[in-house]
């Protein structure tokens, strides 16, 4: 799922030609996906609370897979993007699931830890090898193979999930608050809209400003409903937890400055150094080799010192490998930004697994689904506002290299605040997650 946020970057030059798409189109393809997975996270997480979780994510592999087919068998652009909203629908029915079942499969922290350190690592590779994997598929065997992959994955994925994972228990009396559910929608989508357009259109344009406006009348409304709401999707109560508030906002901050980092940096080597889609790919795979290692590894480490120096110490190894980008110079030569790349994808992923253990263990066990939701859609407001923000400083800055080098130089300061976030807010052990 997260594949598919990154790897249709690459593709979507050559779909807009096949199919003789619009720019418009063109945009809804790569953004349609993104709103509707950011938008109902909340949605997928409550859903999965009320029905069970594994019946919900279940569900959204069901409706993913099959959206991926029809992405796949697409003729025409307007039926494509109607897919890729599909497709996202489903992406964010299983990711609140996915974290709630792997709590629900590993009680005991040290090994819960480590799930969620794979999980994490999953994450990482697959945003950060999207490039490479779709210039791969693309210049070989065509760009419907880049949703056409999902079908044995999403196949695979179901069947060992029906055989190995337990049931999940089903809340009836968690009513859906649909006025709420139809705010946090809003608000969230209106959000990544408008960061998306301020890319492109400037962070003055009247129409960012009034997206991001009604985002805020929208989730004051959500806010409101939530203290009325007699089964609130996410009890406010929760979001006081400085564990719980913390370790959202520390998720909205590193992947504000890694997707910064991969979109500027891509837009760097493609378009000022000239390398292909494939090659661009390859430049980034430092940063790629990097997730997976980091996240065993603080798996591994956590029981014995606990999820907080991890996640400060991820957090301030990155920030001085953003720092080291944007002090690098104007053009530094590729092997200059190899130790920088790596050291934000060790330091993100570093801390993903810390403060993915801090967020579920501090939610009710009844909540893990709104919990894991709640993480999630912090991190995609992240990742929107870091990929806005750089293109923006591209846009608009004296140069190109200054645009880089400041992108990087806001990235290492976000980095910087989740540390001191972590400092405060992740406990010096790891907790348990709360059976009520």
Not at 73 to 98: C, H, K, Q, T, Y
Not at 188 to 200: K, Q
Not at 377 to 384: L, V
């Amino acid at each position: 799922m997260i594949l598919d946020v990154t790897v249709i970057n690459v593709a979507v030059p050559v779909i807009g030609r096949e199919l003789s798409a619009s720019l418009t189109g063109i945009q809804w393809i790569t953004d349609g996906y993104t709103l509707v997975f950011a938008g109902f996270l909340l949605t997928g997480g409550a859903l999965g609370d009320r029905l069970g979780n594994r019946r919900v994510f279940c569900a959204g592999v069901a409706v993913f897979t099959v959206s991926s087919a029809a992405c796949a068998l697409a003729p025409d652009a307007p039926f494509l993007v109607v897919a890729r909203l599909v497709e996202g629908l489903g992406a964010a029915l299983i990711v609140p699931g996915s974290l709630a079942l792997l709590q629900q499969a590993y009680p005991e922290t040290t090994a819960r830890a480590r799930a969620f350190g794979l999980w994490g690592s999953m994450a990482g590779i697959a945003a950060s090898a999207g490039p490479l994997l779709g210039g791969l598929l693309v210049s070989t065997v065509g760009w419907r193979w880049v949703f056409l992959i999902n079908l044995p994955v999403g196949a695979l994925c179901l069947a060992l999930t029906l055989r190995h994972m337990a049931r999940s228990p089903r809340r009836a009396d968690r009513a859906l608050d649909w006025p709420a559910q139809v705010a946090v929608v809003a608000a969230v989508a209106l959000l990544t809209a408008s960061l998306n357009e301020a890319g492109r259109r400037g962070w003055t344009d009247p129409a960012v400003l009034a997206g991001v406006g009604l985002a805020v009348l929208a989730a004051a409304a959500f806010a409101l409903r939530e203290r009325l709401a007699r089964s609130p999707a996410l009890p406010l109560g929760l979001l006081r937890s400085r564990a719980m508030s913390g370790g959202a906002a520390i998720g909205l901050l590193f992947n504000f400055g890694f997707y910064g980092m991969v979109f500027t940096a891509s837009l760097e080597f493609q378009h000022q150094r000239g390398y292909s889609a494939l090659g661009t790919g390859l430049a980034l795979f430092p940063a790629v080799a990097m997730t997976m290692f980091a996240s065993v590894l603080s798996g591994r480490l956590t029981r014995r010192t606990g999820d907080r120096p991890l996640v400060v110490s991820g957090m301030l190894l990155a920030a001085l490998g953003l720092a080291g980008w944007a002090a690098a110079g104007a053009d530094p030569a590729y092997a200059l930004l190899v130790a920088p790349m790596m050291a934000a994808g060790f330091g993100t992923s570093f801390a993903l697994t810390g403060s993915t253990a801090t967020v579920m263990g501090a939610a009710p066990a009844a909540y893990s689904g709104a919990a894991a939701a709640l993480f999630n859609t912090t991190r995609q407001i992240g990742s929107a506002t870091g990929v806005a923000l750089g293109g923006s400083l591209l846009a608009s800055a004296a140069s190109y290299e200054a645009g880089i080098r400041t992108s990087m130089g806001i990235g290492a300061l976000a980095y910087l605040t989740a540390a001191v976030l972590a400092w405060r807010c992740v406990p010096r052990t790891a907790v348990r997650s709360k059976s009520s």
